[in-house]
């Protein structure tokens, strides 16, 4: 059973998410480096604690929600492997790259622990309402706990396969998303320099073989969709220069297995240049502004 649990890293997503688990009756001893991030998860129920070790030092499970992959090793490294019991279950939540959750897992099970790498899709909204989708990387007799210990903050639960294989799934769709996101983009504008209703075009698109996420459930064109950030000037949602994140660490993990990739290495580009020219905290389906020309509106 997991009856205690270390929560380190309590922003917008961790926030939501350790303050699931304390619903759920679990004790969380909660970390950050952030004053007003404790001040949070304390009145969501959870019990501050004083130092990284001083809250995994009693724990059933460690789980982490860092911003990247060198905060992950060092937290690791310096402040969770020696300090938790060798019986807490480890679970890393970030999105990070798929060599360092390897190293992680290895420096883990050189001192007898085990570890995860567990990132989410789903983000805020998901992290606060208890319904991310976690994808998986461990062993395949860990994963009974891993979705244990998961299971107040999530919807599904999947394993991608061995360590590594939970990030490496991340990136993969996420790169995915960013790709079909740009082409929903272009078609609408296209749509639209047509003289063809981009709202009568969802009607169209949404029951045709151009059918995907980024048409069905986030349109970039207000109207057909109501939940999507296009009804709300693009503002909330997943920021660009997150999506700029996750497609370089997609570029930087093809690079170095020699695959072939040149629609996300297309996608990092747009999403780097719309970044740059002062967009990074648009929700990515903003996208569609600077391709219609019209990034004032
Ligand atoms: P965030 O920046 O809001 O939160 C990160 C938190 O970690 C901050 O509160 C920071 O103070 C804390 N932190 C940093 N270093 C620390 C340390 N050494 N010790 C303790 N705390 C430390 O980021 P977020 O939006 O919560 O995202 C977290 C991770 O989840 C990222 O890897 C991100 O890519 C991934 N993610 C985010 C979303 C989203 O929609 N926001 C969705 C899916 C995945």
């Not at 759920?24 to 019990?47: I, K, M, P, Q, T």
Request: glycine share 12%; charged share 20%; with cysteine.
């Amino acid at each position: 059973a997991f009856e205690k649990i270390a929560f380190i890293g309590l922003g917008n997503m961790g926030g939501g998410m350790a303050a699931n688990q304390a619903k759920a009756g679990r004790e969380v001893r909660a970390f950050d480096l952030s004053d007003a991030a404790l001040a949070r998860a304390e009145a969501a129920g959870c019990r501050r604690a004083t130092s990284i070790a001083d809250a995994v030092s009693e724990a059933d499970a460690v789980i982490t929600m860092l911003p990247a992959g060198p905060h992950v090793l060092s937290v690791y490294a310096e402040q969770v492997l020696g300090h938790a019991p060798k019986s807490a279950l480890l679970l890393d939540c970030s999105t990070i790259d798929v060599e360092t959750a390897r190293t992680v897992a290895g420096l883990a099970s050189e001192q007898g622990y085990v570890f995860a790498d567990a990132p989410v899709s789903g983000g805020t909204a998901a992290a606060d309402a208890g319904t991310l989708a976690f994808m998986v990387g461990c062993d395949e007799a860990a994963f009974p706990g891993v979705e244990q210990a998961l299971e107040p903050m999530s919807r599904i639960t999947i394993r991608a396969g061995d360590h590594g294989a939970g990030q490496a799934a991340k990136i993969c769709n996420n790169m995915l998303l960013g790709v079909s996101m740009i082409g929903v983009c272009e078609a609408v504008a296209l749509a639209e320099r047509l003289g063809l209703d981009p709202e009568r075009f969802f009607e169209i698109a949404s029951k045709s073989s151009g059918q995907c996420w980024s048409v069905t459930s986030y349109y970039p064109w207000p109207g057909p969709v109501p939940a999507a950030p296009s009804n709300r000037g693009y503002a909330g949602g997943f920021a660009t220069a997150m999506m700029l994140k996750d497609l370089k660490l997609a570029q930087d993990a093809a690079a170095k297995a020699g695959a072939t990739t040149p629609m996300g290495a297309q996608a990092e580009a747009l999403y780097a240049l719309f970044d740059r020219l002062g967009h990074g905290g648009k929700d990515f389906s903003a996208m569609i502004q600077m391709l219609r020309g019209r990034l004032d509106e």
